[in-house]
């Protein structure tokens, strides 16, 4: 299990919710997997500072490394110690709902945060804070569509897709949403094969190394974050294929270069510092009694190489 950090905050106030704060709450987080890409790594950041600026939120931050039996333990070991919210971030969408019920049981509010749990776990959590995944694979498929009409294509391309970690409830949503999407805009266009990248980018070279091999005709790209779309961009370099639409999600900074260089069409811009915030501001809210949604969304809009001056460059 990774050292448990207990950060009690000093600086001024942050106003994070409407109401006063009048007692000070200690949050568990528990973490999906900090190493696995500069996201997850910006988010923890962010997190901590965002629990600095507060001085009435002291918390205990735990990483789940990708290991689900580590998360539902960290789960377990922030019941034990009676947090008064604690925020998931799921390894497992199904796999961790025990653990979730768990701590609804023990009285404790459970935020989830970034990529949701199954269905079957939502009666146990107080609310979900995070990007709305179905529609950012919708607007992935957009992107694309629109690129393909651009270019007078769209009654003729074809189009691989790489996915996030399977399990993943990320993974499955922007999938879907990218799925259903694509065939209502440009009915025409022919997903010809579909495998995960497991949110890695060697991975992901590998996974596109092999469509390349066994397609002669690929003209689209679809990858669940920008950290894979890279992967396959690389791929594509390496073997000489020009030409092909990259979209992906995320918007890393290597795909906003890749942008910059024309070289990778577009994606979905998603600041992990918001999401850190948000999830840090939604647990309060929760316990301060404010009335929160169960699905509390923040935006994620559609970036281009046509608008994308409009957005700063992702930190990470």
């Known amino acids: 299990m990774k050292l448990r950090t207990v950060l009690a905050a000093t ?15 200690r949050i568990g987080i528990t973490q999906n997997n900090v190493g696995v890409d500069s996201y997850q790594t910006t988010y ?3 997190f901590i500072a ?33 947090v008064d919210a604690i925020i998931i971030w799921p390894t497992n969408g199904e796999a961790v709902i025990p653990a979730v019920r768990k701590a609804h049981k023990a009285g404790i509010p459970v935020i989830v945060t970034n990529s949701n749990i199954a269905d ?8 979900f804070s995070g990007p709305d995944n179905i529609t950012q694979g919708a607007r992935a498929a957009e992107i694309m569509c629109d690129k393909f009409k651009e270019m007078g294509i769209e009654n003729e391309a074809k189009v691989v897709h790489i996915t996030g970690q399977p399990g993943y409830t990320t993974a499955i949503e922007r999938a879907k949403g990218f799925d259903d999407r694509l065939p209502e805009v440009c009915p025409n266009v022919t997903q010809i094969d579909k495998q995960p990248g497991d949110w890695n980018r060697e991975k992901s070279q590998k996974v596109m190394e092999a469509f390349l091999v066994k397609y002669d005709d690929i003209d689209g790209v679809y ?34 270069e890749a942008m910059e260089r024309g070289e990778y069409w577009g994606s979905i811009y ?20 404010d009335d929160v949604p169960f699905l509390n969304y923040f935006d994620t809009p559609k970036i281009t190489q046509d608008n994308m001056g409009d957005f700063t460059k992702p930190v990470f």
């Open 50 to 82: 965002a629990a600095e600026a507060n001085p009435n939120v002291e918390v205990v931050v735990l990483d789940g490394g990708g290991d689900v039996a580590r998360q539902i333990a960290q789960m377990e070991d922030l019941i034990q110690q009676a």
């Open 270 to 289: 998603q600041s992990p510092v918001d999401d850190a915030e948000a999830a840090l501001k939604t647990a309060l809210d929760v316990l301060n009694g």
């Open 11 to 25: 600086a001024a106030t942050v106003a994070f919710s409407g109401a006063v704060q009048a007692e000070t709450y």
């Open 223 to 256: 990858a669940g974050d920008d950290n894979m779309g890279v992967g396959a961009l690389n791929a594509a370099k390496a073997a000489g294929r020009d030409g092909i639409i990259f979209v992906g999600a995320t918007n890393f900074a290597v795909g906003y």
């Open 120 to 127: 079957a776990g939502f009666d146990f959590v107080a609310s």
């Open 44 to 46: 923890e950041k962010a």
